[in-house]
Nanobody, 122 residues
Framework: QVQLVESGGGLVQAGGSLSLSCTTS????????MGWYRQVSGQQRELVAS???????TYADAVKDRFFISRDNAKNTVYLQMSTLKPEDTAVYYC????????????????WGRGTQVTVSS
């Protein structure tokens, strides 16, 4: 069973930094992309950043130049370095992995972590 576990969340003052990590365990035949989403209570989950198998990255406009996503393929881990944090960054951050379950599976599968809380105080 594939499991994604996030860590690194916490409370930080505005302008501070936090680093999140997400480790993927279990069997995934091929990982297409890894990323981070966030969700505020009562709102839709939104993409924060993603990184594909080729190393290409995508960032939400709200976090560009402040957040940095990276991955360690050998450890099946994705990281999110967050700096110059703002109160509006407060949310539950979820790790997301898109991959193929097996060589016989032609549809991609989304895997999700349970989330880690990031709270930025003013």
């Amino acid at each position: 069973q594939v499991q994604l576990v996030e860590s690194g969340g916490g409370l930080v003052q505005a302008g501070g930094s936090l680093s999140l990590s997400c480790t993927t365990s279990g069997s995934i035949f091929h990982i297409v992309a890894m990323g981070w989403y966030r969700q505020v209570s009562g709102q839709q989950r939104e993409l924060v950043a993603s990184i594909n198998s080729g190393g290409g990255t995508t960032y939400a406009d709200a976090v560009k130049d402040r957040f940095f996503i990276s991955r360690d393929n050998a450890k099946n881990t994705v990281y999110l370095q967050m700096s110059t944090l703002k109160p509006e960054d407060t949310a539950v951050y979820y790790c997301n992995v898109i991959g193929y379950q097996s060589s016989s599976t032609f549809s991609r599968t989304d895997y999700w972590g349970r989330g880690t809380q990031v709270t930025v105080s003013s």
